[in-house]
């Protein structure tokens, strides 16, 4: 049945069955039927126009096709696509990273040297890096996202960003007609109080993963972190999807206290204090926010906005 094919890009190939990137697999799924399908992209992808022309738009394309077949097959309405927006790494991204074999027919490096403008200017530290992400984000809601999970947005927020440059910020929008992805929405966005900024500087390098004391990163001078989150940063994350996804307040949630299991995995600790500032960070980001998170038809009534959350 050839409506069944990938239809993946050549070039492409994929490391194992259980990550493949074609979007029909979810038609052949045993797992049941799928009320939310969540998409995120290569840490650097989207920050790279060419990359999200040739790449990322035509992907969310081929998933919000798919997503209306199993409306069709099993479903009242069609699940969710939902686009997960990650995070700036701690210091930007000046050093595309080579990815693994298969992954793109083009390199990084390539796409990044032919589109628009300087790529450098754009990504040249985390309050650029992270904008360019936010932005390439948001703008999937115009190629098959119905709702945008602000994650990259929180960490902002978490680790007290500074203003966004004037001249990469330009460069940004430049990419989109000139055009601001988020509207009227002021970024970076701010704690309602500053007591939950409890990552600033250095102290951001705790929302990342360490990978030890052998570990050469990339992203700072002397320390052993990666790109990855930390369980303080996987914790963030989840409070975000709640809160988007279910249009709930984020704010006395549990907090992970390294003994839990889940699946067969023990939950890595939280402090409390940690967790409740990160609650309090996920809240002032996502609560009041639902008109840009969600797009159209799928906008869900603001709790926030009618004064109930």
């Known amino acids: 049945n050839r409506s069944l094919e990938c239809t993946g890009p050549a070039g492409i190939t994929s490391m194992s069955e259980e990550s493949s990137f074609c979007p029909q697999r979810l038609l052949r799924s045993d797992y049941g039927t799928w009320d939310v399908i969540v998409l995120q992209d290569q840490s650097e992808l989207p920050t790279i126009e060419a990359a999200r022309r040739t790449m990322y738009y035509p992907a969310l394309r081929e998933y919000a096709a798919v997503a209306k077949r199993l409306n069709g097959r099993s479903r009242k309405r069609k699940p969710l696509?939902?686009?997960?927006?990650?995070w700036s790494f701690y210091n930007g991204g000046l050093q595309l990273g080579k990815g693994k074999t298969g992954c793109w027919p083009t390199?990084?490096?390539?796409?990044?040297?032919?589109?628009?403008?300087?790529?450098?200017?754009?990504?040249?530290?985390?309050a650029c890096q992270g904008y360019s992400l936010a932005s390439a984000a948001a703008s999937g809601l115009r190629f098959g996202g119905d709702v945008l999970v602000p994650a990259g947005l929180a960490w902002q927020v978490a680790?007290?960003?500074?203003?966004i440059p004037t001249e990469c910020k330009r460069a940004i929008?430049?990419?989109?007609g000139g055009y601001p992805q988020f509207g009227a929405l002021d970024l970076p966005m701010r704690a309602r109080n500053e007591s939950a900024v409890r990552w600033r500087g250095e102290d951001g390098m705790h929302l990342f993963r360490d990978k030890g004391p052998t570990y050469r990163s990339k992203h700072c001078d002397g320390c052993t972190i990666d790109h990855h989150a930390s369980a303080a940063g996987m914790y963030l994350n989840a409070l975000v999807f709640y809160a988007t996804l279910f249009k709930r307040s984020p704010v006395g949630a549990g907090v992970p206290d390294g003994t839990t299991v889940v699946d067969g995995m023990v939950v890595p600790k939280v402090s409390r204090e940690d967790a409740e500032a990160l609650?309090?960070?996920?809240?002032?980001?996502?609560?009041?926010?639902?008109?840009?998170?969600?797009?159209?038809?799928?906008?869900p009534r603001d709790p926030c906005g009618e004064g109930t959350c």
């Not at 680790?159 to 203003?163: D, H, I, V």
């Not at 929008?173 to 989109?176: I, P, S, W």
């Open 81 to 86: 696509i939902a686009l997960y927006m990650s």
């Open 173 to 176: 929008d430049e990419e989109y």
């Open 279 to 299: 609650q309090q960070i996920a809240f002032d980001v996502v609560m009041g926010n639902m008109d840009t998170w969600w797009k159209g038809d799928q906008q």
């Open 159 to 163: 680790r007290g960003s500074p203003a």
């Open 107 to 126: 390199p990084l490096s390539r796409l990044a040297y032919i589109s628009r403008g300087n790529y450098r200017q754009k990504v040249q530290n985390s």
